[in-house]
């Protein structure tokens, strides 16, 4: 009578397969911005996948820019209809000398008006000293959701300022959408993981 020998490790591998499965399923898939998609000042590097920069201060501009503006021809950033949230790391360094500033806005590039979130706040950030964190916009009720819309990162210095050493990095900035990805059915699991276990016990070989 034929036996099928089954190992504790393809069992486990199966799990695996199984908890993958409602892990990516269960994932909110935020959207990334192309910070190569901006116009970038001279003293401003962008890292080659788009998903960092480094605005350093310029002593020649009063205004170092990381924009993208489609009334200059830049593409714009598309917010999609479901998008919840737009985020970014930004991690300022301001040292002895320097009086400057870091501004960050959404707005429309028709009106030049900043753009407000549902409640009427402005979808802005400034801070004017050393820090670094997280900054979070809520998109949710917005009448821009679907369009076109511009963005512009800027490090500004002040008559008062003197050491024209000043750095911002900017990292990860996306939007999410309002909700994860539907998780599967328990029974869809089921059927899916019992495959996949069919698949790697039927690699095993009978024996008699």
Do not use: H
């Not at 399923?25 to 911005?33: S, T």
């Not at 962008?46 to 830049?74: C, H, I, K, R």
């Not at 000398?97 to 501004?103: A, I, L, R, S, V």
């Amino acid at each position: 009578m034929a036996t099928l020998k089954i190992q504790k490790k393809d069992v486990v591998a199966g799990l695996l397969v199984v908890a993958g499965l409602l892990f990516v399923c269960g994932q909110v898939m935020a959207i990334p911005i192309d910070l190569n998609d901006f116009w970038a000042d001279p003293t401003v590097t962008v890292s080659p996948d788009g998903s960092s920069a480094l605005m350093e201060e310029d002593q020649w501009l009063s205004t170092v820019l990381l924009s993208n503006d489609p009334f200059y021809g830049d593409p714009g950033i598309f917010i999609p209809s479901d998008s919840a949230t737009l985020t970014f790391d930004y991690s300022f360094s301001e040292s002895a000398g320097n009086d400057d500033y870091f501004f960050v806005w959404l707005f429309d590039w028709n009106s030049y008006t900043v753009l407000q979130d549902a409640n009427g706040n402005d979808l802005s950030f400034s801070i004017a000293d050393s820090g670094s964190g997280t900054v979070t916009w809520d998109l949710l009720g917005t009448g821009f959701l679907g369009t076109i819309v511009a963005m512009e990162f800027q490090l500004n210095s002040t008559p008062l300022d003197n050491a024209f050493t000043s750095t911002v990095a900017i990292n990860n900035v996306q939007t999410s959408p309002t909700s994860p990805s539907p998780v599967p059915e328990p029974a869809t699991l089921f059927l899916v993981g019992s495959g996949l276990m069919g698949i790697i016990l039927g690699r095993k070989k009978l024996t008699s």
